[in-house]
């Protein structure tokens, strides 16, 4: 699947080069999940937070050495820096109770049809304070931002009234406050019908509708609108609903679908021109010709895949086949995927889904960005895409994905501004 081309920026004049990095070994990834788009014993600089030329050491423009700060990667890795497209990681309590139920032999949709599930984290999510979410969340960011994240999608679903919805998504705000990760925000109010509106999901849809993203979309709370639709979420018909609404408020779409079944969420998303569709284990082949001729990004999430023991694989083959793009994602939450390591779904994506370390790292880099809409800015080393990269302690990309639990991380540069430094080397030339 390779990445479409956008326009070609020009170099900018050394000049203008504030930062230069130099001893580096890149992967672009600006060849989708064909190849790592390598430039060996490369370089690649920065002027306004932006990447202003990229190439071969060798191929080097003049530059003014007392102008432009030049630090020595030191032969390190360069890629873009990893997107988390797909997170739920602002929540109060967690559920480790229905792990172990589940452990006992009760399934994720038992337990859900037994009230436990998303509406118990609800609960716990509609009495918490701002700050307690807040603080909740800040680990689990932090530790994503701490294995290379330097763009992640968080979403609300656990409020289920404005309120909650509302304070989800600002503490979201608050998070990328404190941090400096780019943060994309979803407004996903039909994620689970709340107990008040039990038997009632069409008022409940309509609630939604007529109330809740109307005022998200006021606030400018959201950048996309995500639907669960599925046999315990929301059937084709209300998920069509929302999607009518966040269209008529210009919002991009995005959908939880063919997890635990077939309804056909997908096909409709992808007629709605979806960022993505998401799980999507029980994807058919007309969902995929949708998703592929609407450009719909496929997001893998493996984390929920293993900690639910699900045994469908998604349909790999056939999307490979039909060129859709295939992004790799945590679905931090504390329901199906308490799992805070993009290293680890890369590692996943590969064992459990047979994905190449290739179509891995595309995953969490230039197709992660195309799931969010920002593939004309992020997810590739560019000139002209925002200077959001990581300098990795590795031998080779595909090293990225084949261990687990070392964090190989040296460096993470956001908007061209050193953010995070694990060890000493990338050392100051000048
Ligand atoms: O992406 N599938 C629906 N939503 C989440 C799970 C949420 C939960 O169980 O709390 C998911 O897996
Ligand atoms: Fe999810």
Redesign the pocket.
């Known amino acids: 699947m390779p990445m479409q081309k956008t326009s070609i920026q020009k170099p900018i004049n050394s000049d203008l080069w504030q930062t230069l990095w130099l001893n580096v070994n890149l992967a672009t990834m600006t060849d989708g999940a064909n190849s790592y788009g390598i430039i060996e014993q490369g370089a690649l600089a920065i002027a306004d937070g932006k990447i202003a030329w990229l190439g071969a050491e060798s191929d080097l423009p003049a530059y003014d050495i007392n102008k432009v700060t030049v630090i020595d990667g030191q032969g390190c890795w360069l890629t873009p820096g990893l997107i988390d497209c797909h997170t ?1 990681l602002v929540y109060g309590g967690n559920r480790a109770n229905e792990f172990e139920l589940r452990l006992q032999g009760a399934s994720y949709q038992e337990i859900a049809q037994a009230g436990g ?2 509406v118990s ?1 609800v609960a716990a999510t509609r009495t918490a304070t701002e700050k307690e979410l807040f603080d909740a969340a800040l680990p689990r960011i932090t530790a994503l931002f701490e294995q290379g994240v330097s763009t992640i999608e968080i979403k609300s679903g656990y409020g289920l009234n404005t309120e909650t919805e509302v304070k989800m998504l600002k503490v979201a705000g608050l998070l990328a406050q404190a941090l400096p990760v780019t943060v994309k925000r979803t407004f996903l109010g039909a ?1 689970a019908l709340p107990v008040e509106y039990k038997d009632r999901a069409d008022d409940y849809i309509e609630l939604v509708c007529q109330q809740m993203l109307p005022e998200v979309a006021k606030q400018n709370l959201a950048d996309a609108v995500d639907v ?1 639709c ?1 046999g315990i ?1 929301f059937n084709l018909q209300q998920t069509e609903q929302v999607f009518t609404t966040a269209k008529n408020l210009a919002l991009p779409i995005k959908v ?1 679908a063919e ?1 635990l079944s077939n309804l056909g969420g997908s096909e409709l998303a992808a007629s709605y021109q979806a960022l993505s569709a998401d ?1 999507i284990e029980f994807l058919d082949e007309a969902g995929i010709k949708a998703m592929s001729a609407a450009g719909t990004t496929a997001v893998l ?1 493996p984390g ?1 895949f293993y900690f639910l023991r699900e045994t469908q694989v998604p349909p790999i083959a056939l999307l490979r086949k039909h060129g859709v793009a295939m992004a790799i994602a945590t ?1 931090a ?5 308490p799992i805070h390591s993009l290293q680890l779904m890369l590692n996943m994506a590969c064992t459990l889904f047979q994905l190449t370390p290739v179509e891995a790292l595309a995953g969490v880099t230039c197709f992660g960005a195309k799931a969010l809409g920002l593939s004309e800015t992020k997810g590739q080393l560019a000139l002209g895409y925002d200077a959001d990269f990581a300098l990795w302690n590795i031998s080779q990309p595909a090293e990225l994905c084949y261990q687990f639990g070392v964090n190989p991380l040296n460096t993470l540069i956001i908007n061209g501004v050193t953010v995070l430094n694990n060890t000493n080397s990338g050392e100051l030339i000048r």
């Open positions: 739920h599930g998303i984290t994620h669960f599925e979420g939880h997890q799980h999430l929920a679905d939450n504390p329901g199906s995927s």
